[in-house]
């Protein structure tokens, strides 16, 4: 398959895997309504930079092993789960906040390391990754795919990973919705760290198989 074909390919499926509701799609919303555009948009590149961990390893075969092996499975679902979990936990604590702190404090409030942080390690500890990867490249790559091939993929994927939720951001952060939803900007946060909670359990208890 040449480059121009495996990267058709891998923008329809990786744009439809992306829009699919997941956690992703709830810290990107559940950011951007609670705190506005930009950490909105610094979560959507930590979600986007999460995609690197899943390639490197994809190019080094790894995802194979990962997919077939019961063991890492587990590991990578125990610390998937328990990472959403907390999230979830942090979203229902979430206290009652005044408009004006909302508005104009949020940013400050929300260092941006740290909401690229939560970006990244949502995305990078998804126990669905692996098998996901491994399918995906399966169709796409060959034992003769060149190595520049993956590694445009990889970056394209990324790149599509980022515009999507950066699409969610702005569409979120208008002031139509958002005004509607600042004040109860605490709910949001409950409702999705509610989200959260049960997409953790659900991982933790779902089967490796």
């Not at 951007?32 to 930079?49: D, F, H, M, V, Y």
């Not at 206290?95 to 702190?101: L, M």
């Not at 260092?111 to 990078?124: Q, R, S």
């Not at 993929?153 to 958002?178: D, E």
């Amino acid at each position: 398959m040449d480059l121009a074909q495996g990267l058709i390919i891998i923008t329809t499926v990786h744009l439809l895997a992306a829009a699919s509701p997941g956690p992703d799609f709830v810290l990107v919303s559940q950011q951007t309504l609670s705190n506005g555009k930009r950490a909105g948009l610094l979560c959507s590149l930590g979600i986007s930079l999460g995609l690197s961990v899943h390639i490197l390893y994809s190019a080094f075969g790894l995802a194979a092993v990962i997919a077939n092996s019961a063991s890492a499975l587990w590991a990578i679902k125990l610390l998937g789960g328990s990472y959403l979990i907390y999230l979830g936990v942090s979203g229902l604590r979430a206290r009652v906040r005044n408009a004006e702190a909302i508005t104009t404090d949020a940013a400050a409030d929300q260092p941006g390391l740290k909401t690229i942080g939560l970006g990244f390690l949502c995305n990078a500890l998804n126990p669905k990754a692996p098998i996901y990867f491994i399918s995906l490249f399966t169709i796409v790559l060959s034992q003769s795919t060149p190595a520049q091939h993956l590694l445009v993929y990889g970056i394209w994927m990324m790149v599509l990973q980022f515009a999507w939720f950066s699409f969610l951001t702005l569409l979120l952060s208008r002031p139509m919705v958002t005004d509607r939803f600042q004040a109860l900007g605490h709910w949001i946060d409950r409702v999705a760290g509610g989200a959260m909670l049960l997409l953790g359990i659900k991982v933790l208890v779902s089967r490796t198989g």
